[in-house]
Nanobody, 119 residues
Framework: QVQLVESGGGLVQPGGSLRLSCAAS????????MAWYRQAPGKEREWVAT???????NYADSVKGRFTVSRDGAKNTAYLQMNSLKPEDTAVYYC?????????????WGQGTQVTVSP
């Protein structure tokens, strides 16, 4: 059973930056990639970015060039560096594990971390 704990969210002005963390604990059998998702009020959860254990990355068009996903294997932690934030980035951000760069979430969702971008 893998547990995911997201942190690092907060209130930031447009154009600002935040760095989210996702700490994972437990058994990682069949998981070789970590992905970030977000869910804005009244909207479906959407994929944001993925990184594999080999360092391959993939980003949604809406965040490409502004967000950077990374990982620290030794700490079992994934990160999402968010720059040039926009009000439309406001959402609860979640992480999850998957198999491969284009896989689907395989783990129970954590509590997420709220990101609010507002003047």
């Amino acid at each position: 059973q893998v547990q995911l704990v997201e942190s690092g969210g907060g209130l930031v002005q447009p154009g600002g930056s935040l760095r989210l963390s996702c700490a994972a604990s437990g058994s990682f059998f069949s998981i070789n990639a970590m992905a970030w998702y977000r869910q804005a009020p009244g909207k479906e959860r959407e994929w944001v970015a993925t990184i594999t254990t080999g360092g391959l990355t993939n980003y949604a068009d809406s965040v490409k060039g502004r967000f950077t996903v990374s990982r620290d294997g030794a700490k079992n932690t994934a990160y999402l560096q968010m720059n040039s934030l926009k009000p439309e980035d406001t959402a609860v951000y979640y992480c999850n594990g998957q198999r491969g760069l284009l896989g689907v979430p395989r783990l129970s969702w954590g509590q997420g971390t709220q990101v609010t971008v507002s003047p």
